[in-house]
């Protein structure tokens, strides 16, 4: 009976323990905030982003991409599809970050011209934070917008969002939740992507 009350005493103890270490290190992680963000709606006929959504279906789809540090410098992120200056600007905004102290998380999403829809760092009903070690929770909100006369022949179109995440980690991995303007928590989400490292399809 000894021998089992210890057995049960060291269990308790190691539980313990690993919720303390558990805490800790999500404490460790620090805050998460959103910085700076810089975002572009766009005919989907031509790919913006290498790899990314473009093409003519108009189902509603999305793609997201985490850059824990900067890619090569001679590897261009970004298409010519909005014009040469367009992507120089989007491709120095990936090349030339604070990854010390942040790192950058890139989203599409695609939907029908009459439905077009805009992304932004400014979630609803949500919260960036720490899920977990090295995991954390990026979440995104959608806005319905109406097109511009530029667009307004367009079948589908993709709205890209670059926007830099201050933290002093960067997640192995990152669930993002896109939120529109009727959720009212993290889990009404209309869709849920799991972000990965961005690579050059080339």
């Known amino acids: 009976m000894r021998r089992r009350v210890l057995l049960s005493s060291v269990a308790l103890s190691l539980s313990a323990t690993a919720g303390c270490l558990s805490d800790a ?3 460790v992680s620090g805050p998460i ?6 975002g572009r709606l766009h005919d989907a006929e031509r ?9 003519s279906p108009t189902e509603e789809s999305y793609a997201v991409w985490l850059f824990p540090e900067a890619p090569p410098s001679d590897v261009s992120v970004f298409t010519d599809a909005l014009g040469a200056e367009t992507q120089r600007e989007w491709d120095n905004e990936v090349h030339n970050e604070n990854y010390d ?10 939907t029908p011209g009459e439905r077009a829809t805009t992304l932004s760092p400014v979630p609803h009903s949500c919260d960036p ?9 990026i979440p995104l909100g959608l806005e319905r917008t109406d ?14 969002l670059a926007t830099y995440v201050e933290s002093s980690e ?12 009727a959720a009212d928590s993290c889990d009404a989400a209309n869709a849920t992507l799991t972000a990965r490292p961005w690579t050059n399809p080339a």
């Not at 913006?48 to 093409?55: A, D, I, N, T, Y």
């Not at 942040?102 to 999403?109: C, R, T, V």
């Not at 934070?129 to 929770?137: F, K």
Request: proline share 3%; net charge positive; glycine share 12%.
């Open 25 to 27: 290190r999500r404490q």
């Open 33 to 38: 905030r959103f910085g700076h963000a810089r």
């Open 47 to 55: 790919s913006f982003v290498r790899g990314g959504l473009g093409g």
């Open 101 to 110: 102290e942040g790192f950058i998380l890139l989203a599409q999403i695609r």
């Open 129 to 137: 934070g720490w899920t977990g070690w090295r995991r954390a929770r």
């Open 147 to 160: 097109l511009s006369d530029d667009l307004a022949d367009a079948t589908a179109v993709v709205a890209t």
């Open 170 to 181: 960067t997640p192995r991995r990152a669930t993002v939740p896109f939120l529109s303007e």
